[in-house]
């Protein structure tokens, strides 16, 4: 089936590709990234890429072996992400 042209192009993110875009602004995932803001692109992820995306960071990003980010400001990121999470 041919894709609506009114649609923009898609592209599926795993989870090291959430943290490519999201971990470093040179990354070819951080332009897409960056186009999808702009309406170029949509990205579409998963709760498995989100959850991978999740465990990286609690479990890495730590100050006195408590998680620097809390759930309510990772929920925010989410949401805030022009990603379509299918």
């Known amino acids: 089936m041919p894709m609506m042209s009114w649609r923009p ?12 875009a ?3 602004d040179e990354t070819e995932h951080a332009n897409l990234l960056m186009a999808a ?4 692109v949509e ?5 498995t890429a989100w959850n991978g995306f999740l465990w990286l960071i609690m479990n890495t990003c730590k100050v006195e072996g408590k998680p620097l980010y809390t759930g309510v400001e ?3 990121l989410k949401s805030s992400l022009p990603i379509v999470w299918v």
């Open 43 to 47: 990205i579409f992820a998963d709760s």
């Open 74 to 76: 990772l929920g925010a």
């Open 22 to 24: 999201l971990c470093s």
């Open 9 to 20: 192009p898609g592209y599926r993110f795993r989870a090291k590709d959430l943290v490519k």
């Open 37 to 40: 803001i702009h309406g170029k």
